[in-house]
């Protein structure tokens, strides 16, 4: 539940941003989304990648339909050397999810840096079971 609320929370600021401030604020939104929610590392990247690769994607879909894939084809064929406009739809929203989720990776562990919880597997477990490795007296 918590990775479907990040997704949409980036993807809405990143959007709000896009309004105003370059492309790369998608990166912003990143690092607020990942230093907002409590996340593991791994998983703020991929909520991240998931919400500005889904927006970028689903943008650049529909704007190049509305042009009957011109502009594309022609960009497909400039850069990627491809008549295949898709590819350059999906490289699109692999470039904005790859800008967004390397911001929710930073956010997420400059808020695990400045709180001082660096767990690791064996804190965590620790934890878990109870253990720990004290002895009684």
């Given at each position: 539940m918590k990775f479907i609320?990040?997704?949409?929370?980036?993807?809405l600021l990143?959007?709000?941003?896009?309004?105003?401030?370059?492309?790369?604020?998608?990166?912003l939104a990143g690092f607020i989304s990942?230093?907002?929610?409590?996340?593991?590392?791994?998983?703020?990247?991929?909520?991240?990648?998931?919400?500005?690769?889904?927006?970028?994607a689903g943008f650049a879909f529909v704007r190049?339909?509305?042009?009957?894939?011109?502009l594309?084809?022609?960009?497909?064929?400039l850069i990627l050397?491809?008549?295949?406009?898709?590819?350059?739809?999906?490289?699109t929203g692999v470039i904005g999810g790859l800008s967004a989720g390397l911001g929710a990776l930073a956010g997420s562990l400059g808020r695990s840096l400045i709180s001082g919880k660096d767990q690791t597997a064996a804190d965590t477990l620790e934890a878990t079971?109870?253990?720990?490795?004290q002895q009684p007296g």
């Open positions: 609320f990040a997704v949409i929370s980036t993807a990143a959007y709000a941003g896009g309004i105003f401030l370059p492309w790369w604020s998608v990166a990942g230093a907002w929610l409590l996340q593991r590392p791994g998983t703020a990247f991929l909520s991240g990648f998931t919400s500005v690769f889904l927006l970028w190049s339909q509305a042009n009957d894939d011109l594309a084809t022609r960009f497909a064929q050397k491809s008549d295949n406009p898709l590819l350059l739809v999906l490289l079971s109870g253990a720990s490795d």
